[in-house]
């Protein structure tokens, strides 16, 4: 008799919400009528920066398989698609980088690490991820996209959340955990925020609980606050 596999949707919906967010905002967004002296278009931007951030948690959960565990095949599905809706990442190529991390964290062998202060390493961390062919894409689509929308909406909402997401998760999940020595007994070689849920929500679905993150990689981003102790 065949095993029954139990398959957990939730995190296939969670995926698919965070997607329909991402897109149904930026279609408001690109049309929204933009006064630079009100307070809204600016929250608007950096909400539009959490749902970029949201795509690659979204992503990133897919290389560990918990998006649609049991499902490897969709589940790289979704883990290529939220990649690629952020800025034109690459899923295969990523997918190696974060498992070398997993590997050797904070070692010359982490793509991720980088001996040095905030802004070579933040160079390092763009220059190894960022290809020539994604800012090609990311040129055509800005001289696609300002021909039916406003340029200054299109810079907001779409440009700038791209770029402020990427110093978001470099920032919350790179640096501040793996910046300075740690603790022989350390295992993951990995810093931690302090607990507190909800700005660890808001400041990167939680991926500020690194050592957490390393220590139970099983676990998808929205159970991830679980595990803090």
């Known amino acids: ?114 001996h040095g202060s905030f802004w070579p390493w933040y160079y390092s961390f763009l220059k190894n991820y960022i290809t020539w062919w994604q800012i090609v894409l990311m040129a055509i689509t800005y001289n696609v996209l300002q021909l039916f929308f406003p340029l200054e909406n299109v810079i907001m909402f779409w440009m700038v959340p791209a770029i402020l997401a990427t110093f978001q998760l470099f920032y919350f999940g790179t640096y501040l955990p793996h910046r300075g020595e740690h603790a022989p007994e350390n295992k993951h070689k990995s810093g931690t925020q302090d607990k507190n849920h909800l700005w660890a929500f808001v400041s990167c679905y939680f991926f500020g609980y690194h050592y957490e993150h390393h220590d139970k990689p099983y676990l998808p981003w929205w159970q991830l606050y679980k595990a803090k102790g």
């Not at 296939?12 to 997607?19: G, P, Q, S």
């Not at 897109?23 to 933009?34: A, D, K, M, Q, S």
């Open 1 to 114: 008799m065949a095993k029954t596999i139990n398959r957990d949707n939730r995190g296939i919906a969670i995926a698919a919400i965070i997607v329909a967010c991402w897109f149904g905002l930026l279609v408001y967004l690109l049309r929204f009528p933009v006064d630079f002296t009100s307070p809204l278009p600016y929250l608007f931007m950096l909400l539009q920066t959490h749902m970029y951030t949201g795509l690659f948690i979204t992503a990133h959960d897919a290389m560990h398989g918990v998006v649609a565990p049991g499902r490897p095949k969709l589940n790289r599905l979704i883990g290529t698609v939220t990649a690629f809706l952020f800025a034109y990442n690459w899923y295969p190529r990523l997918l190696p980088k974060h498992h070398q991390h997993h590997k050797h964290v904070a070692t010359e062998e982490d793509p991720d690490y980088h």
